[in-house]
């Protein structure tokens, strides 16, 4: 029974006094108010409670959605080779509709990836210039919130593995080259995760300058642009700039080059040929060519193959051919020039005439352009979404389309076009002349082979010609000098749209001659080229080639901008790295 106050004694009294509780008006509060206070203080206890079991019950209701979808994401460990399952792997080109309901193994980047709130995740998966839509959905049996929360956080560009359900899609998805069929994904697991911030997204990488000038004009204030990745920063990032689908396309048709280039020469009776590019002599003259340290002693880079082709037909081997590296050392910083390029460089023995080789040179390349449109026209359409460019215009049938240098001149001539004057100068009475004895002239300028090629496609209707008889002026040592009239030689070059990509000529292949040549050129009889004179003093087949530059057959079939972009690293007087 509770005692009333006066039966407490005297200390109970003192403790009572200290636990009254006053009112705001600084008196002991009544009892009704007492028990109001009580009363608050017992819902708020309740309230606290309430929420500590709240709280505890949502952490195990997490901790057993976890477990649900154990086992079905995560990074996987690295793989040293420890097991092989021989499990089907599926590639995204080959996903349709067609393959509704049915299960797939799929390996691929993050292209792109979007969290829709908390139940669903969706993927953009992308293989080379392949991609397609995967999506991650709750469900109560299989994928949970955990799960889809995961695949949310996973990289960009991250290589993951996903299985999953074909499904056809209701709607045609755009953003995808897999239009009519989509991914249900089961189970993710990360094969290589990205682990460094990305210079630039692969995404923005692939937009063409007109998309984003559209953005940049059409964008109100706040809005957001694309972003412009720069040469130069995609040439630092090279490895992640190479992944966009325009790249992957282009680097088909690279090696598809190589591949028609070696596919014609190997039915024509060819021989694959490697040819050192170390080397004690240089082949096209001195100015351009790397010193390299060799010991104690000095070498060079290989500016080309040249006199090693040329001493193998010495050899006997008739036809050959090279797809190898040629060094230049050129401080042009041109959009054409590099200091390394691929050289694909042949050489043959003829019979009568060297025209023989020029008609196979002619073939040679139909051949390739033939084989490029027939072979990659899906890629030839993705990279115009990004570096647009027209048809590249053939001869029709067995019409071929060359000129002699004079005839090149006469064109330019009637086109009205002349070589730029210096203030005084007086111009030429005979511009072909000009051309032959001007001891400056080294060849057509880059103008004037435009100037040419929009010439040739108007009055021809061929992208593709060439021009035959150059000034010996023009040319190498090795160059035999026409019979007719030495002021021109047994040389040609081969064009794209007016621009050179290869040149070549009948070679000197008599020693007397040779010698003679590089005398009256100024060249001095170089121990370094000796063995190679010696060649033809042990007797040697007439022959002749010619120098074909792989980045630059791509860059003008596509009409890229500039060769570096034809290149996957190239290397030029700033750079060479990476
Ligand atoms: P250009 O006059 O264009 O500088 P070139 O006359 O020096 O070329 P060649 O020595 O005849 O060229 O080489 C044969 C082919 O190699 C050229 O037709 C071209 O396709 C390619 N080529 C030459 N130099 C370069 C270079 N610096 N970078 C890329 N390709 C080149």
Redesign the pocket.
């Known amino acids: 029974m509770e005692k009333q106050v006066q039966d407490l004694t005297l200390e109970e009294k003192k403790q009572v006094a200290k636990d009254v509780i006053l009112g705001e008006d600084g008196q002991p509060l009544s009892k009704k108010a007492l028990k109001k206070l009580e009363k608050e203080r017992e819902k708020e206890q309740k309230r606290i409670e309430r929420e500590a079991r709240e709280t505890e019950e949502k952490a195990k209701r997490e901790a057993s959605e976890v477990d649900y979808s154990e086992g079905r994401y995560g990074v996987l460990p690295l793989n040293r080779s420890t097991s092989r399952e021989n499990r089907t792997y599926t590639d995204i080109k080959d996903i349709s509709a067609a393959k509704d309901g049915q299960k797939v193994l799929v390996r691929a980047r993050v292209y792109t990836s979007r969290l829709q709130g908390n139940k669903m995740c969706f993927f953009s998966l992308r293989q080379q210039y392949n991609t397609i839509q995967a999506l991650v959905v709750v469900d109560k049996d299989t994928i949970s919130k955990p799960m889809v929360k995961w695949c949310g956080s996973i990289g960009l560009e991250s290589i993951v593995m996903v299985e999953g359900t074909v499904q056809k899609s209701p709607e045609v998805i755009k953003s995808a080259t897999v239009q009519d069929a989509e991914i249900h994904v089961s189970n993710v697991y990360v094969v290589s995760p990205v682990k460094k911030h990305l210079p630039f997204l692969v995404e923005d990488a692939d937009r063409s300058e007109e998309q984003i000038r559209e953005s940049e004009e059409n964008a109100k204030e706040g809005d957001s642009k694309f972003v412009r990745v720069l040469l130069d920063t995609r040439l630092d990032n090279r490895v992640l700039d190479l992944r966009t689908p325009t790249n992957q396309a282009i680097f088909d048709i690279q090696s598809g080059i190589c591949d028609a280039f070696r596919e014609h020469l190997l039915a024509n009776s060819f021989n694959e040929i490697h040819t050192p590019k170390m080397t004690g002599a240089s082949s096209?003259g001195g100015a351009?060519v790397f010193k390299i340290s060799y010991f104690k002693g000095a070498g060079y880079l290989s500016?080309?193959p040249q006199l090693y082709k040329q001493m193998l037909i010495a050899a006997d081997r008739e036809r050959v051919f090279e797809v190898g590296p040629?060094f230049?050392a050129?401080e042009?910083n041109t959009y054409?020039?590099?200091?390394?390029?691929t050289?694909l460089d042949l050489e043959m023995a003829f019979y009568e005439h060297y025209h023989e080789v020029v008609e196979f040179l002619e073939n040679l390349f139909l051949h390739i352009f033939k084989t490029l449109k027939e072979k990659y026209s899906s890629q030839i359409a993705l990279i115009r979404n990004m570096y647009s460019s027209e048809d590249f215009v053939l001869p029709v049938g067995s019409e071929r389309v060359r000129f002699h240098f004079k005839e090149a001149v006469q064109l330019l001539r009637e086109a009205g076009y002349r070589k730029q004057l210096t203030p005084g100068q007086e111009p030429p009475k005979d511009e072909e002349f000009r051309y032959c004895e001007d001891p400056e002239f080294?060849?057509f300028s880059?103008p004037e082979e435009r100037v040419l090629g929009a010439i040739v496609r108007e009055k021809y209707n061929t992208d593709f010609y060439v021009i035959d008889k150059y000034p010996s002026s023009a040319r190498?040592f090795y160059t035999m000098p026409d019979p007719e009239d030495p002021r021109y030689s047994n040389s040609y070059?081969?064009f794209m749209k007016g621009?050179?990509?290869?040149?070549?000529a009948q070679r000197i292949h008599d020693p007397e001659l040779l010698t003679e040549r590089m005398k009256s050129l100024g060249i001095a009889p170089d121990a370094g080229l000796q063995a190679y004179i010696d060649s033809f003093a042990l007797g040697c087949p007439p022959h002749a080639g010619?120098?074909?530059?792989?980045?630059?057959?791509l860059m003008f079939f596509l009409n890229l901008p500039n060769?570096r972009l034809a290149s996957a690293f190239p290397r030029d007087p700033k750079r060479l790295l990476p």
Request: net charge negative.
């Open positions: 096209e351009n500016q080309s040629v230049r050129e042009s054409r020039h590099m200091t390394e390029f050289g080294e060849d880059t190498p070059d081969f621009q050179e990509i290869m040149s070549g010619g120098g074909i530059g792989l980045e630059r057959v060769i």
